[in-house]
């Protein structure tokens, strides 16, 4: 399963998002087994050293924990995954009402627009 990437900012970075979208969707659980660096540069199709950069970065953020020997792990630490969950929705918020107020769009209209869409 190769990933699409898109030319607008680094593949690396692209990966360290999508894993952390994994994780918070759920679909990465903590304590799971991350695979191999290889085995993971062959399922997304990348170079080997585009996927060590990647784990460096999720070491870096506290989202995965190496254990010599044995290979690198999601991050038992349920705070640093709700860190993670809050920091995600701040920023799609922010980059959110940024877009929609280049528009001229004020919040009120927004939050009108939103409540009438989501129901609530």
Same mark, same amino acid.
């Given at each position: 399963? $190769?990933?699409?990437?898109?030319?607008?900012?680094?593949?690396? $970075?692209?990966?360290?998002?999508?894993?952390?979208?994994?994780?918070?969707?759920?679909?990465?659980?903590?304590?799971?087994?991350?695979?191999?660096?290889?085995?993971?540069?062959?399922?997304?199709?990348?170079?080997v050293?585009?996927?060590?950069?990647?784990?460096?970065?999720?070491?870096?953020?506290?989202? $995965?924990? $190496?254990?010599? /020997?044995?290979?690198?792990?999601?991050?038992?630490?349920?705070?640093?995954?709700?860190?993670?969950?809050?920091?995600?929705?701040?920023?799609?918020?922010?980059?959110?009402?940024?877009?929609?107020?280049a528009? /001229?769009?004020?919040?009120?209209?927004?939050?009108?627009?939103?409540?009438?869409? /989501?129901?609530?």
């Open positions: 399963m $190769t990933v699409d990437f898109s030319r607008d900012k680094p593949i690396y $970075t692209q990966l360290v998002e999508k894993i952390c979208g994994d994780i918070i969707r759920g679909n990465r659980q903590l304590g799971d087994k991350m695979p191999s660096v290889r085995e993971y540069a062959v399922e997304v199709g990348v170079n050293n585009t996927v060590q950069r990647v784990y460096k970065e999720l070491e870096q953020m506290r989202l $995965t924990e $190496t254990k010599r /020997g044995q290979g690198t792990y999601i991050t038992s630490d349920e705070s640093e995954i709700s860190s993670l969950r809050e920091h995600t929705k701040e920023k799609i918020v922010e980059q959110f009402f940024h877009n929609v107020t528009f /001229g769009f004020t919040k009120q209209e927004i939050i009108e627009q939103l409540q009438k869409h /989501g129901g609530d």
